[in-house]
């Protein structure tokens, strides 16, 4: 083993926070082994056997498939609204109580941050017609894919590179569009990812349930799948390349979304949602007179302008510039409020636009999508005020930065070698 040390001493020397862990179903079959949930589904401190309810789930089976065996408190807490409900159901499939403690820092305590923000914002959803409000969305989605097809058949008429290269930026923001859809339940619009040679299925483990949760820390498979090539936390063994050319990281962009194909092949963990990959290629070939070769040409430049238009916008949405916390950090204390947590991780920008066509495919208010990743993008910013009345009442700064302070900040948080002291970033008034 080579475990990482994280800010948290519980999950130093885990299986799951190991520098070999390297794909998401390592990392899941690590957590199945070390959560005490004895191949069942841990809240708290009570095991739950969900067998029969996985494909009565109002979110998809998929999500239950994905977690069983492992501590799904985090997960249950923020992607419940009605908590009386669902404890209900949930009563129903006890089992009986764990016998190790839980191995999370975070606490969801009943006059606490987030469980005092998500009540307001629960009462806050009862006036809005989400439906209505949700269609935004479906749009935005549906006219970025269908561009991107057009683009495509463009280019197998023309031959043209330039077109390619466009296809290739419109399925990257289309992709970035798709994650909303990964949220939510199960859904054929969460796909439209697959076209990027992403896998919804690996996508929901290391974004969902990894990063969502535990962010910018050991557990958070966002920032260490990528370690060492790029190297987010505070330490001095980042490689030369991260410590002295930052701005050389972008080379890796392009390689990314393929990359991860091709180790899910190598490891043989294709499922049937991989064959959607090949919709742009049957396209190139069906709509053009192109030899193969021009096509898979043609093919390699879309996934791979798609996949550096979808990195630079993930990794310069809000997590990373070097007031944030990244595990390694100085900490106050044990434990922390997961909302807090949160906030602790993810800078406030000045928006571009509150258009929605944007706002979806540049990560747009991403604390309060962080803090509600059930929720279509389209509802988040009629929260916004309910969310800014919470935190002056917490003491919570949420003063913004302007998006391109934000970008560069991405770079500045690669250098980073010193932890930072415990004083957070979002520290409560005394």
């Known amino acids: ?57 109002p979110g998809g089976p998929q999500w239950l498939e994905i977690t069983k065996g492992t501590d799904i408190t985090e997960l249950f807490e923020t992607y419940h609204f009605n908590q009386k409900a669902a404890k209900e159901v949930m009563g129903k499939f006890y089992v009986c109580r764990a016998k190790t403690p839980r191995n999370s820092p975070f606490t969801f305590n009943p006059d606490g941050f987030y469980s005092v923000l998500k009540s307001r914002v629960k009462k806050k959803l009862s ?12 749009l935005v989605i549906d006219t970025w894919f269908f561009t991107t097809l057009i683009l495509c058949a463009a280019v197998a008429q023309t031959q043209s590179t330039v077109l390619a290269l ?29 076209l990027s040679l992403f896998s919804v299925r690996e996508w929901r483990i290391s974004h969902v349930v990894s990063h969502h949760v535990y962010t910018n820390t050991v557990q958070d498979l966002e920032m ?30 392009p390689l990314i979304a393929p990359g991860q194909f091709v180790i899910r092949t190598f490891k043989r963990m294709n499922d049937k949602a991989d064959l959607l990959m090949f919709v742009i290629p049957v396209i190139l070939m069906i709509c053009g007179r192109m030899p193969i070769s021009l096509v898979l040409n043609m093919w390699l430049i879309i996934v791979l302008s798609s996949s550096s238009v979808f990195l630079f916008l993930g990794f ?18 044990k434990d922390i409020d997961w909302g807090i947590h949160q906030m602790d991780t993810s800078e406030e920008r000045n928006e571009i636009t ?36 919470t935190c002056e ?28 002291d415990p004083k957070r970033k979002h520290c409560l008034k005394s």
């Open 1 to 57: 083993m080579a475990p990482r040390n994280s800010s948290w001493p519980k999950w130093n020397n885990l299986s799951s926070t190991d520098r070999d862990i390297r794909s998401a179903d390592s990392w899941i079959e690590a957590r199945q082994k070390e959560d005490g949930a004895d191949g069942l589904w841990r809240v708290y401190d009570g095991l739950y056997d969900l067998k029969q309810w996985i494909h009565k789930h």
């Open 127 to 138: 006036e809005i017609n989400r439906r209505e409000v949700s269609i935004k969305s479906i």
């Open 166 to 194: 466009f296809a290739g930026i419109s399925l990257g923001l289309g992709t970035v569009a798709s994650h909303n859809f990964t949220h939510l339940k199960d859904n054929w619009r969460m796909y439209y990812m697959q």
């Open 224 to 253: 260490t799948l990528l370690h060492p090539f790029i190297h987010w936390f505070p330490t001095d063994d980042k490689p030369p390349l991260v410590r002295y050319t930052p701005y050389l990281t972008l080379i890796a962009y």
């Open 316 to 333: 310069s949405v809000s997590h990373h510039l070097p007031n944030n916390f990244h595990d390694g950090d100085h900490i106050n204390g």
């Open 354 to 389: 509150d258009n929605i066509f944007v706002s979806l495919v540049t990560f747009s208010d991403h604390t309060l999508h962080h803090l509600f990743p059930s929720l279509d993008h389209s509802l988040i910013p009629l929260l916004q005020d309910t969310y800014l009345d």
């Open 393 to 420: 009442e917490f003491g919570l700064d949420r003063t913004s930065k302007p998006f391109s302070s934000v970008v560069r900040g991405q770079f500045k948080q690669l250098v980073r070698l010193t932890p930072n």
